[in-house]
């Protein structure tokens, strides 16, 4: 079955860095997309960016352009997103998302909480 298994979620402070990572498995996960998603307490789940199958293509939310990278090793099956010049307005439960054949699967989430 398809599973999504992020991790590097922790405690940071502001402005520093994080890398997430999401390994994904039960799926040729060179054949699709992938998104990471966040979610703040009391807040919707929104996504933070997005990457086609090939890694050609990249789209990021307003809120972390020129802040966040989002990449693919086809081969690891697994998605990265390097995220730098954090802010408190970050902290939130990192999910990775994909859809396939008709269906959505989550990870379980990782967490980041950018304090000082």
């Known amino acids: 079955q398809v599973q999504l298994v992020e991790s590097g979620g922790g405690l940071v402070q502001p402005g520093g860095s994080l890398n997430l990572s999401c390994t994904a498995s039960g799926y040729p996960f060179r054949n699709y997309p992938i998104e990471w998603y966040r979610q703040a307490p009391g807040k919707e789940r929104d996504r933070v960016a997005r990457i086609i199958s090939s890694g050609g293509f990249t789209d990021y939310a307003d809120s972390v352009k020129g802040r966040f990278i989002i990449s693919r090793d086809n081969d690891k099956n697994t998605a990265y997103l390097q995220m730098g010049s954090l802010k408190p307005e970050d902290t939130a439960l990192y999910f990775c998302?994909?859809?396939?054949?008709?269906?959505?699967?989550w990870g379980q989430g990782t967490q980041v909480t950018v304090s000082s």
């Open positions: 998302y994909t859809r396939v054949l008709g269906t959505n699967y």
